[in-house]
């Protein structure tokens, strides 16, 4: 059992932190969880308590609000495991004796360093219908009939955004998975290659079993990134055409900073802190379970 | 003994710094939108403004870029009490927030003392009323228009088109010499606003354009209708580049410069645009947009500067601003300060600045009604745009969109009498 001058001594070590955590990150969270049951404008000193209004709104009233929604389900789906599946067949090809593995890795690890905006702007440029890379090699193949302006069409902007996701992902999944894979007995795949395996059965029976914890720290990561989409979806498209490709934390800026309804971008926030909370949970109980043995 | 006189050392020094006495000089801050070189200039008109009156000091805070990052900083300032003195903002819709919320200083007091009436352009300074009080003097106006590729128009003998049937027969004529009429950058939706706003003016006319604007009758009406079929018809016989929802306006202008397109819906800061573009100013011109009405009316627009209501320099902020708007001091900046001054007579060099000046002349006139995104508040707007994307993509009809329209409309004035 600890003294209590050994406590006291803790806490005082620790109060430094305490307060600017307290400060700069507890106090402003509280304070848009109260802001979220307001009508707040942003500016205003005027507001009134509105209860749940905000919430019921979101998920009750507002099409566009449970559009984001669903726009965000299926970014969180697609780029879960779309970047996740396509950087474990990299990871598993870059991790034989190739030659140029190294090159290749840096190569598909590129894409995760950039900046996204950056990264935007590119396939802004590539998606552009007169003179970006995409249309212009479709029409060098004769597949004009294949041409679209990806980004202003209602049909092709969200998942052409998509693909940019896919394609900025993917190479950090795969440096995990690498790691992973290189964290696997070899004893393990020459045992079961003189037991007759071949490739498929050595991935489904000892790759995959091996790679379990790394699969949970890739797909938490990137559910937990999902969620705070925002950087791709606004340089590339801006929400639009029409209002079409908006995703939970980009209505919220717009709603909190562009329409003055402070209330309400709120508690979008505090949705999205929500569904973040129910991945991330699980995500450092494992973390902890783990480092406790 | 040495401690308390330290004690009392440091409280004097201290009392001292924090009062000003008479003869201190008053410190003001300016948040302006300004990047170099014209924040440069900005402050070289300062420091003229410093040496001609040394109690004042007036120094510049810069929000660069558009508006929308000014807007987040001011409102942060403005919330957590520490706003600058005076800022720049555009009109219209876009300052009534921080008027409603008490932050900005009502002007009509020095708009008498200084007699301000009689120094500005008519129109800019009524168009900045609201509320029957004046919140700010306007610092610009800005005029938007069709400006053009002259080279291409003397290639295929145009003529500046007088009426909107010459308007379609130019676009038509474009097209057959494998020229786009319109290069335009939909991607925010403002740009491609201006050409509704002008579909919108030639179909409706100033009367009913106006009325529409202030939400003061249905905008599920024919001449809506028609203002969409029009539209429509520019896209569909693509007088508008192809897929020009996703760009950026700025974007736009390159196939402008390349001659892909004739034409692009700007307004009068384009001659120092295609300059700092490194383009031939004289290959460019413009025209105002034929709406076949008279007087004919263009699209146009005051910027402001205000000041804010907790400011305790108030009195100085007037004296600096009506210094600021006297014809020698716009003069001699007007051109160097990215925008068009607000004061009457002041008129640039014509050789120096040949469409600039011919743009000084427009915009002296009284003939010109507001953008839309000036009109609409932030939300109402982007469900405006929403709907001008859906005509556009076809999504929705000429006449489903006016009744769209209308329903947003209708929407907005119950939230605000909810409001109220």
Redesign the interface.
Known sequence: MRRPKETATAWLFLSPALFIYGLFLLYPMLASLAISFTNW?????RWEFTGLDNYRHIFFDDPQSLRAVKNNVVWTLVTVTVPAGWGLILATLLNSSMRGRTLFRAIFYCPSVLPLVAVALIW?WM????FGIVNVTLRALGLEDWT???????ET?FPATLVTAIWQGTGFPMLLYLAGLQGIPRQQYEAAELDGAGWFRRFIHITLPWLKETHIVVLSLAAMQSLRAFDLIYA???G????STHVLSTWMY?NL?????AGLGSAIAWVIVIISLAVTIPYIRMVARRRHG | MARVFLLVLVILVASGCSSPGRGDKVRLRMLTLLISPARDHMNALLGEFHAEHPRIEVSQETAPGRGPLLMERLRTQMVTGNPPDMFWLASGEIARPFIDAGFVAPLDDYYARYDWEKTLIPWAARRIRYKEQWWGIPRSTRGMGFWYRADIFRRLAIAEPATYAELERLCETLKGNRVYCLSMGGKFGWNTMRLVDYLIEHSAGSELHDKLNRLETSWDCPEVVRAYELLKKWVDRQWILPGFLSLAPDDARLPWYRGDAAMVFEGDWMEAAIRNDEQDISRFDFFLAPTDHDPLRFSAFPEQILVAAASPHRDEAAVFLNWYIQPRVQQKYFTLLEGPTATRGVLPDPVQWPRLYKWRVVLAKDASYFPTDQMFANQLMDQWFQVQDQVITGRLSPPEAARALQRHAQAWKNRLKGRN
Do not use: K
């Open positions: 404008d942003g500016i205003s000193p802004a998606y552009n219908p007169q679209h302006a990806w980004l202003s069409e209602f902007a590339m498209t801006y639009g055409p029409g209002r717009f900073f562009q329409y003055r309804q």
